[in-house]
């Protein structure tokens, strides 16, 4: 199956990271991109912008290709997302003037509720791995999970990215159960798991972490640091869910703050996560 990856633009992006990011995470043979200008006013242009990314991809081999819309950012995206439709939206939030300013907006956040596929985004604390390379970007990913289904709806996606890239998994799960809840707690321990042997057995390096903290938002932070990760990959419901996987806030707070892509999904967990990556 074919991998589509929209690429939305407002001219305010760093060419540099989404040319390395689209050249490192998915193969050049089956994915085909879609470079998508997202007009605010009239008298905006991001083509040049866009022209400039759609030539260099070109002249290494990338099926590419460019499309202008004017209007409301959220829903020119997810819209054509669902035309195309998509399996991946890459997403830059390093722009400060123009379609996103992560910490004081949402349209990352708003796409992320509506999107029908895992978007991926780059950001805007750190524009480029520290050590400057475009190749083995994802050495080790951080995948937040709280025991749910809902929250484990990211995991064939990650497995696929994972053997891709070789990549190590790290699950990582921060305790929020009460003592005298004992029956849910084995429940996830056992769900986690379950699913580190079943990554493990699909030839994956696998790390379980649980940890007692209590503080699932900061404990994330922190183990990106700690452990150099280069993805962090989670779910998170819209408000439609009986159960939000991992809850809303710690979400946005990990989107907002984290130094690293992150990809996220928000579909609901009976819905197979779109694509090859």
Not at 115 to 130: D, G, K, N, Q, W
Not at 209 to 225: A, C, F, G, N, V
Not at 236 to 250: K, L
């Amino acid at each position: 199956m074919e991998n589509r990856i929209l690429v939305p633009l407002d001219g305010t992006e760093s060419a540099e990271e989404i040319l390395c990011y689209v050249r490192s995470i998915t193969p050049k043979s089956d994915t085909s991109i879609t470079l998508l200008c997202v007009l605010g006013k009239p008298g905006d242009d991001c083509s040049p912008h866009a022209q400039r990314i759609n030539d260099e991809l070109a002249a290494d081999g990338w099926s590419v290709s460019n499309e202008s819309r004017m209007g409301d950012p959220v829903d020119e995206i997810v819209k054509f997302s669902l035309l195309q439709p998509s399996t991946m939206i890459m997403m830059s939030t390093h722009g400060r003037t123009g379609m996103e300013r992560i910490r004081e907006g949402s349209v990352t956040e708003q796409v992320l509720r509506q999107s029908p596929c895992p978007v991926f985004i780059l950001h805007t604390m750190r524009a480029e791995p520290p050590d400057r390379r475009c190749e083995n970007l994802f050495r080790r990913i951080l995948v937040p999970l709280d025991g749910t289904k809902a929250s484990s709806a990211i995991l064939d996606c990650v497995q696929r990215l994972a053997k891709a890239h070789d990549s190590e998994v790290i699950i990582f799960h921060d305790e929020m159960v009460g003592p005298e809840e004992e029956e849910r707690r084995a429940a996830i321990k056992t769900a986690l798991q379950d699913h580190s042997v079943t990554l493990a057995n699909s030839g994956l390096k696998v790390t379980l972490d649980m940890s007692t903290y209590k503080r699932p938002i900061r404990e994330i932070l922190k183990k990106i640091d700690d452990m150099d990760i280069d993805l962090v990959a989670m779910a998170s419901h819209g408000e439609g869910g009986e159960r939000r996987a991992m809850e809303e806030s710690v979400t946005a707070e990990v989107i907002r703050h984290a130094n690293c892509p992150l990809l996220v999904w928000s579909a609901e967990p009976q819905c197979p996560p779109a694509g090859n990556t």
